[in-house]
């Protein structure tokens, strides 16, 4: 642990590297509590950097055993080591091969970043700074080298032996006892991407042919016995790597690609070159132990690490101010292959229903920063959801500005221009000005101003003229350390939709039409006249969410109701019915806390009806459509004084209007939709299950017997984990007997599965009652239950303090004294987990007064506690700065 008092790094401050490494030779004795590293670097002075230069070497927590420069001993007057650096003050200025011996305890590393055991699997996590808990190093992503590993262990220990590349040499030392394996990487890449794992694993294995004709050995490395459960996986991966080929150009460039399942992870995945090391949640996968949202999750990040092999190694960032070059962009890769596979509406709607419920929570909250960063104590809390959700939104609006060819154009430019290089946003954005021709220099505020700008639209109809002028002004919120901002340039997307519900052709008062309906807003405000508009239209704007930002137009709920019946975008469709709720939902809040009445709304029932009954909608649309704004996204919507009881409250009251006023079409529907066909995750089939089982949770929203009845019988009767957890989650949210009778029956079925487990701890932490918070406190015992892994921490507390708005939020404030208590407990053994779980208190300011204080006083007790991670003190500093 690192207690040191946190000096910030500074973007501006970026100086090129003084010394470069070519190669990296390291040789690695695998030992569970003294694990010994050779590692032989041939380093040379920079010629870009200030000459001569000292070398100083990056390290945390090491042990120096012996160093060599240029193959004899240093002698001691030559160089400082310290646990976090190695230093030579007057290194000769030349070419230098240096030798350098650490020993490091696996066992001991609760941390789980650099060499780690989980279980008795031996992996490493390099990413962001977790080499240099390996070897000393100068660790930082501009400094690229080509590493040749070699790795020695007892055969029984381990005796599969992994590290990036290609395998070079393998065999049996003369004591017999022990083996090695000799891999080679070819492509210089930076500390962070590289990996070694030992173990005793299976494998499961595969074929790809390239484009050009290359045969790649694909291999998927898990805990003996779950071979059976990576299907799924495989085949997501041989898609995604199809898809790059076709979709970017991209062939992938090894004789092998690894994938290794481990199940103590602090992340979902980390791509390093050509040996993947994933959280097993997101590789296990067979109809009886994963839902949908699984085998979504699989195919989404198997191919989101795949994608990382252009975006992130060929071409990497040149220091970690630029994490949005890789994560943005692959995000935005992997969410262009998911929609291309799935249903593109769907998979767009999802994605901003994940970016609102989470990068706009951030963009308003104290831990607002920009996609680029320029300034971080830690490192480790800039893997955020602006960094990669939002960053991702940019890169498509540069698509949205430029037109699919020329982003294509800008994408291949980058892909040439900057292969084998350690690259920046300016140069990545550069490919897109020259491929499109245009300067995109005010683009750019994009990655420099956080906080999520809000565009009032104004529309009007002169029937004489027949005109439509459509007024726009945008505005963008202070954010910490960013009182005033400049106008961004926003693409809105935007149709007018005629009487008939056909789009109306936009043609500008100069008589030229609107290309691609795109109006790009690049000032404060603006004015756009459209002419021989012959009857009142109705306007439908930032269509497919063509731009992150909060829009408020002025059309009637009879509009939205318009809308959502005839928009020809199926995103405004849906967007239509959302608003409506929104509205309904946040007047209904407000009712409550003066306890008056909450307002009814028959007109959005009836549309909610009209589109449960479209034969024409897929189903998976339609899920979308029906499932309400969560009790966040309302409290979000609302955004100050907030009390989540009564946000609870007013949603229960439209569910409750929904369900007793369409409970024939919600029992038909999903009557409709039970079918008997054996399980299959395609899109169609996941749609189909997605709206049943939305049905079954309406239908149980009174938790009357028939309704229990229903929901019982679907958890018996399922054979899947989808329909399964539906059912159980249905019967959660009743208190009755069938709930414990179930929730008993689900752990002795899945007691041996750890995965299927953190589900049956998250639905429990997820019920909205009082006596919710004792129970996660007990499940805290629960022989099931592990502070020291990950998942399980996310499962059970993650849950609680991220989805259970009420009791996390408890008026008595313990909820949040449960949520730091966990913090303090985790932080000393691994501080990103303790770091992110501390986050979930971020929207603390929002809260009415009463739990304001309470939230505040949690977290002071936080920022009062000696001896702090640098990854928690940095975030409850934030969270608490006064801004
Ligand atoms: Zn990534």
Known sequence: MRTDEPHPIRLQDYRPPDWLVDTVELDVSLDASATRVRASLLLRPNP???????????????TLVALRLDGEPLASVHYVATPDRLSLAQPPQRPLRLEIETLVDPSANTQLMGLYRSGKTYCTQCEAEGFRRITYFPDRPDVMAVYTTRIEADITDAPVLLANGNLKEAGTLPSGKRHFAVWHDPFPKPAYLFALVGGTLAVVEDRFR????????????????????????MDSLKRAMRWDEQAFGREYDLDMFMIVAVSDFNMGAMENKGLNIFNDKYILASPETATDTDYASIEAIVAHEYFHNWTGNRITCRDWFQLCLKEGLTVFRDQEFTSDERSRPVERIKDVRGLRAHQCVEDAGPLAHPVRPTLYHEINNFYTTTVYEKGAEVVRMLQVLLGPQQFRQGMDLYFTRHDGEAATIEQFVQCFADAGGRDLSQFMLWYAQSGTPEIVATGSYDARAKTYRLDLAQTLPPTPGQPSKEPMVIPLVAGLVGPDGRDLPLQRADGAPLERGLLTLDRPAASYVFTGVEQRPVPSINRGFSAPVRLTVNVSDEDLRFLANHDSDPFNRWQAVHTLAMRLLVDSTEAIRRSEPPRQDPALVAAIKA??????????FVAQVIALPSESDIAREIARDVNPDAVYAARQTLRQAIMTTLSKTLATTYQRLSSPEPYSPDADATGRRALKNTCLDLITTACDPSAIALAKRQYERADNMTDRMAALQALTLCDCTERTAALDDFYRRYSGDPLIVDK????QAAIPEPATLERVKALTSHPAFSMANPNRVRALIGAFAMSNQTQSNRADGRGYDFIVDTVLAIDPKNPQLAARLLSALKSWRVLEPRRRSLARAALKRVAGT????????DIVQRALAES
């Open 866 to 873: 000696p001896s702090l991670s640098r990854d928690v003190g």
């Open 210 to 233: 390239t484009m050009s004709g290359r045969d790649v050995t694909l291999r998927i490395y898990v805990e003996p016995g779950k071979e059976d459960r990576c299907g799924y996986a």
């Open 611 to 620: 589109v449960l009954t479209s034969r024409d909608l897929e189903p998976a």
């Open 48 to 62: 870009k950097a200030a000459a001569p230069a000292p070398l100083v070497l990056d390290g945390d927590g090491l």
């Open 760 to 763: 049956w701890l998250s639905l």
